[in-house]
Structure formats: C-alpha cells, structure tokens
C-alpha cells in the first residue's frame, strides 16, 4: 500500500467553482498533515497544514482532516486560473520529520 | 522569510562523473532534506540530516552520498553520475511545525 495516495488528476473546474483535492496515508501514527502547491517548473510552496482533527480555513483554502478515515482534504473555493497547478499532499513519519509526499493532483480552472 | 539557496539552476554533467549539489540555508535551521522529483514518481527522500555531521538515509540513496560540515550547508553527491539519475534535485529545510521550506531546485541532466 503506498504510503500517501491522491488522484493524478487533471481536475479541471470552472472559474469561480470549488476545487476539492483528496489525500489519503497508511501510517496511523501520523501527526502532520501538509498542503503544497507547485506551479510548472517551480518548487513547492507550503499552502496550509494541519494537526487536529476536524477543518482548519485560511482564505480561500480549507484543509479537513479525518485521522479516523486516515484522509486528508483541502477545498479551494472561488477557484481562480492562477490556482491552476499541481498540489502536493505530504505527511509526516512517525519515527521524525522527514515528509512523505504524495505523487499529487493536478488542477485546472478554466476562465 | 526563510531563504534556501541552491547553487545552480541547470546542470549538465557527463556519466561517470562525480557531481556536488549544494544547498545553503540562512535561518540556522537544523534539519536539511534531500530529494529528488521526477514525473510520475512524485518527489522521493534521498538524505537528510538533523545536525551538523549527522545524515540520515532516506527511501533512495543508492548512488547518493551527502555532507554537512557546516549547519547552514548540506550538499548532495553523486559518486559517479549514472543517467537514471538525470532528476530535479530540491533541498529544503524544516521550519518546525510549519512543514518545509524549498530551494529552487537544480535541474540535473546527465548524459
């Protein structure tokens, strides 16, 4: 089972719409919970983590977390082109803090 | 902010050679990362280091090696540059519980 799984994508929704981004782990003792977005080319850029069970908002951006169902989500609303990218999920180890990353999903907001 | 420099962007090596990768981060952070991106494979842990002269093995570190002399230096060497290892290489530094912080990357080719 691989460790961190999100959809491949392309996600593709209209301008204005809710971009939802899934992300599910296998490793039970994880206690962080990353959201990263990449444009083409660039590095990573750390959008919103998350420790405790339940939402956590920042703008635009909602990351939801189910340590129960060992998922992870994070909810784009008024989904702007410049969203378009690939996000990235990660997950801490347990044993330290070395991030697992998963393969990440690929959004596109057409205008 | 924090700044993680990497020392190049493009890197065009010949097989067999030995090749340094360097990563220099100015916030005195302890823990320094290693990995590797590639299409497909979503990023992969190479090394990391949690101090001075310490490195830590990551999920992949055949064919890799690492130093860290200094605490604001972590440099990655390939022994001997094979072209499977032709990758974007990005170092990152750990913020504690603010999750990582990239270099730019280094866009390695081999040939």
């Known amino acids: 089972q691989k460790e961190v799984e999100q959809n491949s994508g392309p996600l593709s929704v209209p301008e204005g719409a809710i971009a939802s981004l899934n992300c599910t782990y296998s490793?039970?003792?994880?206690?962080?919970f990353f959201w990263y977005r990449q444009y083409s080319g660039k590095s990573p850029e750390l959008i919103m983590f998350?420790?405790?069970?339940g939402d956590k908002e920042d703008g635009r951006f909602t990351a939801q977390l189910n340590k129960a169902s060992q998922y992870v989500s994070l909810l784009i609303r008024d989904s702007q082109p410049s969203d378009s990218a690939t996000y990235l999920c990660?997950?801490?180890?347990?044993?330290?803090?070395?991030?697992?990353f998963g393969k990440g999903t690929t959004l596109s907001v057409s205008s | 902010d924090v700044k993680v420099t990497q020392s190049s962007r493009y890197l065009v090596k010949r097989t067999g050679e030995k090749v340094f990768l360097e990563c220099v981060q100015d916030?005195?952070?302890?823990?320094m990362f290693w990995y590797r991106q590639d299409p497909g494979l979503g990023l992969r842990l190479i090394y990391f280091?949690?101090?001075?002269?310490?490195?830590e093995k990551g999920d992949i570190p055949e064919g890799y090696s690492v130093s860290r002399e200094k605490k604001e230096r972590f440099s990655l060497i390939l022994e001997s540059a094979s072209t499977n290892q032709t990758s974007m290489y990005l170092c990152?530094?750990?913020?504690?519980?603010?999750?990582?912080?990239f270099g730019s990357g280094t866009r390695l080719t081999v040939v």
């Open positions: 998350i420790y405790s069970n």
């Open positions: 490793d039970r003792g994880s206690q962080s």
């Open positions: 280091s949690y101090d001075v002269k310490m490195k």
């Open positions: 990152a530094t750990l913020r504690t519980i603010h999750g990582y912080t």
């Open positions: 990660a997950v801490n180890k347990q044993a330290g803090t070395a991030l697992i």
């Open positions: 916030m005195d952070h302890e823990n």
